[in-house]
């Protein structure tokens, strides 16, 4: 068994739309970012890695390359999974944290949860996703964007 760590934070950006955990969320601005910035997927993307000793998200997609603008994140989690797999490895379980303060994202979880279990092909069991605020503290507390964290088991 081995744990890893994951972190991600974009600031918020006019005319794009906002992905978190796989999924599109009304709200009229989005991320920044070289890809679709989703941060949740981004985080776990570098929780798994980290946990597998398998360096981070930008090292094995790097922002350098063009096929990657615009990227459904998705698209990164399943070929990193897939790397943990080659790699003899799985998911025992994974626990991920939104940091926002708007939008709410509460309604938003069992269909992030459904969607990346999809993604990763495991059981939605497997999955924890929880949102909080920094009352109103830092860039996420002015508003200026959303971070993400995650920890990862893998078997």
Known sequence: ??????????????????????????FPKGLTGHSDADVLIHAICDALLG?????????????SENK?????????????????????????NLDATIVAEQPKLSPYIPQMRKTLAQTMQV?????????????????????EGIAACAVALIV
């Open 123 to 143: 059981p939605e069991n497997d999955i924890s996703i929880k949102a909080t605020t920094t009352e109103k503290l830092g860039f996420a507390g002015r508003e």
């Open 1 to 26: 068994m081995r744990i890893g760590f994951g972190f991600d934070a974009h600031a918020f950006a006019q005319e794009r739309d906002l992905w978190l955990g796989g999924i599109k969320i009304d």
């Open 68 to 92: 990657y603008k615009n990227i459904d994140s998705k698209i990164l989690l399943r070929n990193t999974v897939q790397l943990l797999r080659n790699a003899g490895y799985e998911l025992g």
């Open 51 to 63: 946990a597998a000793n398998m360096r981070d998200i930008g090292f094995h997609f790097p922002p």
